[in-house]
Antibody
Framework: QVQLQESGPGLVKPSETLSLTCTVS????????WSWIRQPPGKGLEWIGY???????NYNPSLKSRVTISVDTSKNQFSLKLSSVTAADTAVYYC????????????????WGRGTLVTVSS | DIVMTQSPDSLAVSLGERATINCKSS????????????LTWYQQKPGQPPKLLIY???TRESGVPDRFSGSGSGTDFTLTISSLQAEDVAVYYC?????????FGQGTKLEIK
Protein backbone atom coordinates (compact mmCIF):
# COMPACT_ATOMS: atom_id res chain seq x y z
CA GLN A 1 0.00 0.00 0.00
CA VAL A 2 1.72 3.17 -1.22
CA GLN A 3 1.53 6.07 1.20
CA LEU A 4 2.66 9.68 1.00
CA GLN A 5 3.79 11.77 3.96
CA GLU A 6 4.56 15.47 3.92
CA SER A 7 7.10 16.90 6.34
CA GLY A 8 8.68 20.27 7.05
CA PRO A 9 8.40 23.39 9.19
CA GLY A 10 4.91 24.47 10.12
CA LEU A 11 5.91 28.11 10.48
CA VAL A 12 7.86 30.21 8.00
CA LYS A 13 8.69 33.91 8.24
CA PRO A 14 7.63 36.34 5.48
CA SER A 15 10.20 36.71 2.68
CA GLU A 16 11.84 33.39 3.58
CA THR A 17 11.70 30.07 1.70
CA LEU A 18 9.16 27.37 2.46
CA SER A 19 10.64 23.87 2.21
CA LEU A 20 8.67 20.63 2.32
CA THR A 21 9.46 17.00 1.59
CA CYS A 22 7.14 14.20 0.57
CA THR A 23 8.25 10.67 1.45
CA VAL A 24 6.85 7.83 -0.63
CA SER A 25 6.55 4.56 1.27
CA UNK A 26 5.33 1.14 0.21
CA UNK A 27 6.37 1.63 -3.40
CA UNK A 28 8.97 3.15 -5.71
CA UNK A 29 9.09 6.78 -6.78
CA UNK A 30 10.44 5.70 -10.16
CA UNK A 31 8.62 5.94 -13.49
CA UNK A 32 5.81 8.05 -11.98
CA UNK A 33 4.90 11.73 -11.92
CA TRP A 34 4.42 13.40 -8.52
CA SER A 35 2.78 16.68 -7.63
CA TRP A 36 2.30 19.38 -5.03
CA ILE A 37 -1.10 20.98 -4.41
CA ARG A 38 -2.06 23.51 -1.77
CA GLN A 39 -5.23 24.71 -0.05
CA PRO A 40 -5.46 27.97 1.91
CA PRO A 41 -7.60 27.64 5.06
CA GLY A 42 -11.27 27.49 4.13
CA LYS A 43 -10.53 27.85 0.41
CA GLY A 44 -10.14 25.72 -2.70
CA LEU A 45 -7.34 23.68 -4.22
CA GLU A 46 -4.42 25.09 -6.21
CA TRP A 47 -2.05 22.94 -8.26
CA ILE A 48 1.57 24.01 -7.70
CA GLY A 49 3.49 21.74 -10.07
CA TYR A 50 4.70 18.25 -10.84
CA UNK A 51 7.94 16.35 -11.25
CA UNK A 52 8.88 13.13 -13.00
CA UNK A 53 11.29 10.77 -11.23
CA UNK A 54 13.89 11.74 -13.83
CA UNK A 55 13.68 15.35 -12.66
CA UNK A 56 11.63 17.01 -15.40
CA UNK A 57 9.14 19.52 -14.04
CA ASN A 58 6.09 21.57 -14.90
CA TYR A 59 4.95 24.47 -12.72
CA ASN A 60 1.81 26.56 -12.40
CA PRO A 61 2.64 29.88 -14.12
CA SER A 62 1.07 31.74 -11.20
CA LEU A 63 3.87 30.44 -8.93
CA LYS A 64 6.59 29.52 -11.42
CA SER A 65 8.99 32.33 -10.52
CA ARG A 66 9.10 31.18 -6.88
CA VAL A 67 8.75 27.38 -7.08
CA THR A 68 11.31 24.61 -7.31
CA ILE A 69 10.34 20.94 -7.15
CA SER A 70 13.10 18.36 -6.93
CA VAL A 71 13.39 14.60 -6.50
CA ASP A 72 15.75 12.29 -4.62
CA THR A 73 15.19 8.76 -5.89
CA SER A 74 17.72 7.30 -3.45
CA LYS A 75 15.52 8.43 -0.57
CA ASN A 76 12.19 7.90 -2.38
CA GLN A 77 11.37 11.55 -1.75
CA PHE A 78 10.45 14.67 -3.66
CA SER A 79 10.55 18.19 -2.35
CA LEU A 80 9.01 21.64 -2.72
CA LYS A 81 10.69 24.99 -2.25
CA LEU A 82 8.67 28.20 -2.44
CA SER A 83 10.65 31.39 -2.10
CA SER A 84 9.75 34.90 -0.92
CA VAL A 85 6.66 33.72 0.93
CA THR A 86 3.92 36.01 2.19
CA ALA A 87 0.81 35.46 4.28
CA ALA A 88 -1.00 34.49 1.07
CA ASP A 89 1.13 31.33 0.97
CA THR A 90 -0.37 30.10 4.24
CA ALA A 91 -2.03 26.82 3.32
CA VAL A 92 -2.23 23.09 3.77
CA TYR A 93 0.28 21.64 1.34
CA TYR A 94 -0.46 18.22 -0.13
CA CYS A 95 1.77 15.92 -2.10
CA UNK A 96 0.02 13.62 -4.54
CA UNK A 97 0.68 10.89 -7.05
CA UNK A 98 -0.34 11.35 -10.66
CA UNK A 99 -2.26 8.31 -11.86
CA UNK A 100 -0.72 5.87 -14.28
CA UNK A 101 -1.48 2.49 -15.81
CA UNK A 102 1.43 0.50 -17.07
CA UNK A 103 3.61 2.98 -18.91
CA UNK A 104 0.80 5.44 -19.58
CA UNK A 105 0.28 8.54 -17.41
CA UNK A 106 -3.29 9.63 -16.82
CA UNK A 107 -2.63 13.06 -15.22
CA UNK A 108 -5.24 13.05 -12.46
CA UNK A 109 -4.32 12.69 -8.76
CA UNK A 110 -5.16 9.25 -7.46
CA UNK A 111 -3.28 9.23 -4.14
CA TRP A 112 -2.81 12.10 -1.70
CA GLY A 113 -0.82 12.67 1.46
CA ARG A 114 -2.62 13.86 4.56
CA GLY A 115 -1.28 17.36 4.08
CA THR A 116 0.73 19.69 6.27
CA LEU A 117 -0.26 23.18 7.36
CA VAL A 118 2.33 25.86 6.73
CA THR A 119 1.72 29.25 8.28
CA VAL A 120 3.61 32.30 7.10
CA SER A 121 3.98 34.73 9.97
CA SER A 122 6.65 36.70 11.75
CA ASP B 1 -5.89 28.27 -18.94
CA ILE B 2 -9.00 26.08 -18.70
CA VAL B 3 -11.08 27.60 -15.90
CA MET B 4 -13.52 25.36 -14.04
CA THR B 5 -16.76 26.76 -12.61
CA GLN B 6 -19.00 24.73 -10.32
CA SER B 7 -22.63 25.28 -9.41
CA PRO B 8 -24.09 25.66 -6.94
CA ASP B 9 -21.54 26.81 -4.35
CA SER B 10 -23.54 24.99 -1.67
CA LEU B 11 -26.34 22.49 -1.65
CA ALA B 12 -28.61 21.01 1.03
CA VAL B 13 -30.34 17.73 0.25
CA SER B 14 -32.46 15.42 2.38
CA LEU B 15 -31.17 11.96 3.25
CA GLY B 16 -32.09 9.47 0.55
CA GLU B 17 -32.68 12.18 -2.04
CA ARG B 18 -30.64 12.93 -5.18
CA ALA B 19 -27.84 15.49 -5.16
CA THR B 20 -26.57 17.04 -8.38
CA ILE B 21 -23.45 19.18 -8.77
CA ASN B 22 -22.50 20.85 -12.02
CA CYS B 23 -19.10 21.74 -13.43
CA LYS B 24 -18.39 23.79 -16.52
CA SER B 25 -15.02 24.22 -18.20
CA SER B 26 -14.06 27.35 -20.14
CA UNK B 27 -13.05 25.18 -23.11
CA UNK B 28 -13.55 21.58 -24.07
CA UNK B 29 -11.65 18.93 -22.11
CA UNK B 30 -12.58 16.21 -24.60
CA UNK B 31 -9.48 14.79 -26.28
CA UNK B 32 -10.86 13.74 -29.65
CA UNK B 33 -8.06 11.28 -30.49
CA UNK B 34 -9.16 8.94 -27.69
CA UNK B 35 -12.69 10.31 -27.06
CA UNK B 36 -11.96 10.82 -23.38
CA UNK B 37 -12.94 13.74 -21.21
CA UNK B 38 -10.04 14.80 -18.97
CA LEU B 39 -12.23 15.61 -15.97
CA THR B 40 -12.18 14.28 -12.41
CA TRP B 41 -14.31 14.66 -9.30
CA TYR B 42 -12.93 14.65 -5.75
CA GLN B 43 -14.64 14.48 -2.37
CA GLN B 44 -13.09 16.28 0.59
CA LYS B 45 -14.30 15.79 4.13
CA PRO B 46 -13.23 18.17 6.93
CA GLY B 47 -9.64 17.68 8.00
CA GLN B 48 -8.96 15.14 5.24
CA PRO B 49 -7.22 15.28 1.88
CA PRO B 50 -9.33 15.10 -1.27
CA LYS B 51 -10.37 11.62 -2.31
CA LEU B 52 -10.65 10.62 -5.98
CA LEU B 53 -14.22 9.67 -6.86
CA ILE B 54 -14.54 9.82 -10.64
CA TYR B 55 -12.06 10.09 -13.53
CA UNK B 56 -12.50 10.33 -17.30
CA UNK B 57 -15.70 12.21 -16.30
CA UNK B 58 -17.65 9.02 -15.66
CA THR B 59 -15.39 6.21 -14.41
CA ARG B 60 -15.77 5.44 -10.72
CA GLU B 61 -12.59 4.87 -8.77
CA SER B 62 -12.31 1.43 -7.18
CA GLY B 63 -14.19 1.27 -3.89
CA VAL B 64 -16.42 4.28 -4.57
CA PRO B 65 -20.10 3.44 -3.93
CA ASP B 66 -22.24 3.15 -7.03
CA ARG B 67 -24.58 5.88 -5.81
CA PHE B 68 -21.90 8.26 -7.16
CA SER B 69 -21.96 8.81 -10.90
CA GLY B 70 -20.42 11.26 -13.32
CA SER B 71 -21.71 12.38 -16.68
CA GLY B 72 -21.20 14.98 -19.37
CA SER B 73 -18.82 15.73 -22.19
CA GLY B 74 -16.93 18.61 -23.72
CA THR B 75 -17.51 21.54 -21.36
CA ASP B 76 -20.46 20.50 -19.18
CA PHE B 77 -20.29 17.86 -16.50
CA THR B 78 -22.39 16.59 -13.61
CA LEU B 79 -21.72 14.63 -10.44
CA THR B 80 -24.81 12.86 -9.15
CA ILE B 81 -25.32 11.16 -5.81
CA SER B 82 -28.43 9.07 -6.33
CA SER B 83 -29.43 8.62 -2.70
CA LEU B 84 -27.66 10.89 -0.24
CA GLN B 85 -26.15 9.25 2.82
CA ALA B 86 -24.95 11.05 5.96
CA GLU B 87 -21.33 10.18 5.16
CA ASP B 88 -21.56 12.04 1.85
CA VAL B 89 -21.46 15.43 3.59
CA ALA B 90 -18.34 17.00 2.11
CA VAL B 91 -17.01 19.53 -0.36
CA TYR B 92 -16.85 18.27 -3.92
CA TYR B 93 -14.36 19.53 -6.51
CA CYS B 94 -14.08 19.00 -10.23
CA UNK B 95 -10.69 19.29 -11.92
CA UNK B 96 -9.49 19.28 -15.51
CA UNK B 97 -6.33 17.46 -16.49
CA UNK B 98 -6.53 18.21 -20.22
CA UNK B 99 -3.76 20.79 -20.01
CA UNK B 100 -1.57 22.57 -17.52
CA UNK B 101 -2.08 24.45 -15.33
CA UNK B 102 -4.35 21.80 -13.84
CA UNK B 103 -7.21 23.82 -12.38
CA PHE B 104 -9.94 22.90 -9.92
CA GLY B 105 -13.46 24.21 -9.57
CA GLN B 106 -14.13 26.38 -6.53
CA GLY B 107 -15.89 23.53 -4.73
CA THR B 108 -19.49 22.73 -3.82
CA LYS B 109 -20.37 22.21 -0.18
CA LEU B 110 -22.95 19.47 0.27
CA GLU B 111 -24.99 19.36 3.46
CA ILE B 112 -27.97 17.49 4.83
CA LYS B 113 -31.31 19.33 4.76
Amino acid sequence: QVQLQESGPGLVKPSETLSLTCTVSGGSISSIYWSWIRQPPGKGLEWIGYIYYSGSTNYNPSLKSRVTISVDTSKNQFSLKLSSVTAADTAVYYCARIAYYGSETYWYFDLWGRGTLVTVSS
Amino acid sequence: DIVMTQSPDSLAVSLGERATINCKSSQSVLYTSNNKNYLTWYQQKPGQPPKLLIYWASTRESGVPDRFSGSGSGTDFTLTISSLQAEDVAVYYCQQYYSTPFLFGQGTKLEIK
